[in-house]
């Protein structure tokens, strides 16, 4: 029988009686003079065994105490004080650039002026094209992915062993405002869809996409089978071709400019002609989206086959479809829809695969490219191979491996000019450098590796840029499965590759320049968006005005607050909204976030959440958990 009582949260632990003699409740432990903005040591839910506090944490730890007692005694405040504000986060900064190299563009003068943390954060008027964001039809309910809890630091299968990533922290939180999301479905529909990206970030423009990857169930084998067609697969998906649309154009019209594209879906296959020939005349989509990955081929006319993966450079199932858009892409089509031709293709993410293209390695792509020259072809997530969880990646830097050229056997030790061979993204770079109608999209690439594994992220920019230029990488965000788009533009502006790592690789440098390039300008140069910056690189005949931010007031229109009250009835029909819906959280900045927590929208948590930042108090920097203190 446990010595424990069984409301005790000993008790609650998966910790056995030896295991916690070991380990102390994390807030009985708490230094109240050191509250430091980020974990300085591992912290334990109680499902698993934490490490001890490394020597590099424990240097983490040191520095932030000198930085927070320097500048706090400057300022007349206590150090805990000082720790509950931007300056304490500067000095976190700081203290791991000096760890673990230069990996944030933070100056000492953030320690001491609010000011000065905002003005180094993104410019107010950075021109941002977020590539990829997804919604769910509003019939759809109950709990989220997992994607969600990736990003809110919860356990799952992804690491299903709760390994500590680079940092030496478990189940690190991509997204730290995500901690507290209770994971619905009703986050990613779009009522809190356009709250968290058009008026909680500062994306200008934002393409909806969708994903076809859909599996039904199979009464015979109690599994799943492919769909057999069109109609199947977007009745089991998230979001339709149609509903896409749908939302683009509410997007659009509500706000009087373009803030939205919409993805058509790449069903591909001489059976799925008309589907494709449907989309182009009745939806218009700006450009497409396809999964190499997804039963998505439909190879013939039989009603009772299967559909199948496929791969770019099929001459078979993939050339006719490509030869279709082409057919439709009119010098008229293009001047209207300049992203018509272009094809933004998943692939990576895929741990496990082997050198397949149905599976996302990217062998297909120069054949695809050279025939279709006057096609773009994105490729999304940059083809990285570990999914999610990209230890394997750092595994990869680590392994003395290396690659200078884009055939499967240029690889090896000790090769000149080479680079750390990242599984599959250093490949794709150099399959892709001599295409320059191809793109490498980072779209949770990024944000899988920015948190938990900046070395990956260094090299990643630093392989794109030295092997296809800056001015071939376009950000995507992936949200809202990780939230609102904002923390990872906040965490690219910031970003520097170590200057270590560039000496010793030759990488580029990661500058503001090249950081304006990947967050919009590359994408605004492929779908021919103005931007309002005076640079004839980009500005493409739009026009442009000394006052950068008033030129991008007049072309990108803000999307009004109280735009819930704008759905109209044949919107709300086509996205499934149910009969019971209410809108939710207008007309205040200040307002708890209840669009994400639906149907629980108005409970006394919100209203408390309400007061609590109405009041002016700050964050106690306390962890909850289980730190290791013996041996």
């Known amino acids: 029988m446990s010595k424990w009582a069984p409301d005790s949260r000993e008790a609650d632990s998966w910790f056995s009686d030896e295991q916690l003699a070991k380990v102390t409740p994390a807030d009985e432990v708490v230094d109240d003079d050191f509250r430091s903005p980020v974990p300085t040591q591992m912290v334990s839910n109680g499902e698993y065994m934490p490490e001890p506090q490394t020597q590099q944490q424990k240097h ?14 400057k300022l007349g405040i206590s150090r805990r004080s000082f720790l509950s504000q931007s300056g304490g986060m500067a000095a976190s900064f700081i203290a791991m650039n000096e760890v673990y190299g230069k990996l944030f563009d933070v100056s000492r003068e953030e320690m001491f002026e609010p000011e000065a943390y905002a003005t180094n954060g993104p410019p107010r008027d950075l021109f941002v094209l977020d590539d990829q964001l997804h919604i769910v039809r509003s019939s759809r309910g109950g709990p989220g992915s997992a994607l969600r809890d990736i990003a809110a630091g919860r356990h799952t299968t992804n690491n299903p062993t709760d390994l500590p990533d680079e940092l030496g922290i478990v189940n690190q939180a991509w997204n730290p405002k995500m901690k507290d999301d209770p994971n619905w479905r009703s986050s990613w529909h779009l009522p809190n869809f356009i709250k968290w990206v058009y008026l909680d970030s500062q994306v200008t423009v934002g393409v909806l996409t969708n994903n076809n990857s859909a599996a039904l169930p199979d009464p015979v084998t109690g599994g799943t089978r492919p769909p057999k067609n069109v109609a199947e697969s977007e009745a089991a998906e998230q979001l339709t071709a149609a509903q896409t649309m749908a939302a683009r154009n509410f997007i659009n019209r509500v706000s009087g400019s373009k803030r939205a594209l919409g993805h058509g879906q790449l069903y591909v296959g001489k059976g799925n002609l008309d589907f494709m020939e449907y989309q182009i005349r009745e939806l218009k989509p700006d450009t497409w989206k396809g999964y190499n990955i997804a039963t998505a081929a439909k190879v013939d006319f039989d009603p009772d086959s299967d559909m199948r993966r496929w791969r770019l450079d099929d001459e078979n199932v993939a050339f006719p479809t490509y030869d279709l858009i082409r057919k439709f892409a009119t010098k008229e089509k293009m001047k209207q829809v300049p992203g018509f031709k272009t094809l933004c293709v998943h692939k990576g993410l895929s741990t496990t695969a082997g050198r397949e293209p149905e599976l996302g390695h990217p062998m297909d792509i120069p054949k695809a490219a050279r025939l279709y020259p006057d096609f773009n072809f994105v490729i999304y997530h940059a083809c990285i191979r570990p999914g999610f969880w990209v230890a394997n990646a750092l595994a990869d830097i680590g392994s003395k491996r290396l690659r200078n050229g884009p055939a499967e056997f240029d690889i090896g030790s000790g090769l000149r000019d080479g680079v750390p061979d990242i599984l599959w993204s250093t490949e794709f770079a150099y399959i892709a450098r001599p295409f320059r109608n191809v793109y490498a999209e980072i779209g949770t690439t990024f944000a899988s590796c920015i948190i938990t594994f900046p070395t990956v992220a260094a090299h990643l920019f630093g ?13 995507g965000s992936d949200s809202v499965h990780y939230g609102a788009p904002q923390w990872q533009i906040d965490a690219l502006w910031r970003f520097q590759i170590p200057e270590r790592i560039r000496e010793k690789w030759g990488y580029p440098e990661l500058t503001k320049e090249a950081k304006k390039k990947i967050l919009g300008l590359n994408s605004a140069r492929i779908y021919k968006l103005p931007t309002g910056v005076d640079d004839d690189e980009y500005e493409r005949g739009f026009g442009g005005r000394d006052d950068e931010g008033e030129q991008r007031d007049v072309l990108y229109k803000p999307v009004p607050r109280d735009y819930q009250l704008r ?19 207008i007309g205040s900045d200040t307002a708890a976030d209840s669009c994400s927590r639906n149907p629980l929208s108005q409970d006394n948590f919100s209203k408390m959440r309400k007061m609590y930042a109405e009041a002016g108090v700050r964050p106690d920097n306390i962890r909850r958990g289980w730190l290791r203190t013996r041996l």
């Open 567 to 585: 759905l109209d009835a044949e919107t709300k029909r086509i996205m499934e909204f149910p009969a019971s819906w209410v809108p939710c959280n």
């Open 60 to 73: 983490v730890e040191h520095r932030i105490k000198e930085l927070a007692d320097e500048a706090a005694k």
């Open 463 to 475: 392989q794109f840029m030295k092997i296809m230029g800056d001015d071939r990488i376009v950000f």
